[in-house]
């Protein structure tokens, strides 16, 4: 099956920071999601992105298919940013299975 | 409007033990999925429906069963619990196969 790799693992910033987080995926795929957990565990769609770049607010996301990467851009991070940040994939195969990397963990500090 | 709603959101079983878990979407949604998540593995696909009617196995099926009741419900059903089954479960929904996935708040299971 179709592998997804994020790095880093975690990460840890001052208040204020950028960071950037990438997803990497072994095979063609048909979409990209990324989406942010927060403390109480709920998960929340940040990002529909197959390809090509999007931006709401703080957040930007890019998509290189060709090259099997995405990118997850925080500037001005705030404490509210803390959580885990998944990206999630579903091959060109269209077997409609989508499948998570394991995460990037971000602890904002105040 | 609810979105996805999963019960029961807390439960403890004893070994052996079967249960439920239920999960409903208002969004008139195709495709559902179940998911689990343990520390350190990200989410990781049991079940999913493409749409009403079929079910397919994800990456980790072992020891579950679903049923698609209708467009709206789609059940995770544990028939003899194990310890190895403790777990945050999450379904989620989507217009289309592979589209945008909304979750539900997730089911806390804890098997003894």
């Known amino acids: 099956g179709i592998q997804v790799e994020q790095s880093p693992p975690d990460l840890i910033l001052q208040e204020g920071a950028n960071s950037t987080l990438r997803c990497n995926f072994s095979d063609s795929v048909n979409n990209l999601q990324w989406f942010h957990q927060n403390p109480w565990g709920q998960l929340i769609n940040l990002f529909y992105i197959p390809s090509g770049t999007k931006q709401n607010g703080r957040l930007s996301a890019t998509t290189v298919a060709t090259e099997r990467y995405s990118l997850l851009y925080i500037s001005s991070s705030q404490t509210t940013d803390s959580g885990v940040y998944f990206c999630?994939?579903?091959?060109?195969?269209?077997?409609?299975?989508?499948?998570f990397g394991k995460g990037t963990r971000l602890h904002i500090l105040p | 409007n609810a979105g996805v709603t999963q019960t029961p959101k807390f439960q403890v079983l004893k070994t052996g033990q079967s249960m439920t878990l239920q999960c409903a979407q208002d969004m008139n949604h195709n495709s559902m999925y179940w998911y689990r998540q343990d520390p350190g593995m990200g989410l990781r696909l049991i079940y999913y429906s493409a749409s009403e009617g079929t079910t397919d196995k994800g990456e980790v099926p072992n020891g579950y069963n679903v049923s698609r009741l209708n467009k709206r419900e789609f059940s995770l059903r544990l028939e003899s619990a194990a310890p190895s089954q403790t777990s945050v479960y999450f379904c989620a929904s989507s217009e289309f196969g592979a589209g945008e996935l909304f979750f539900g708040e997730g089911s806390r299971l804890t098997v003894l």
């Open positions: 999630a994939v579903e091959r060109v195969s269209r077997d409609d299975k989508i499948i």
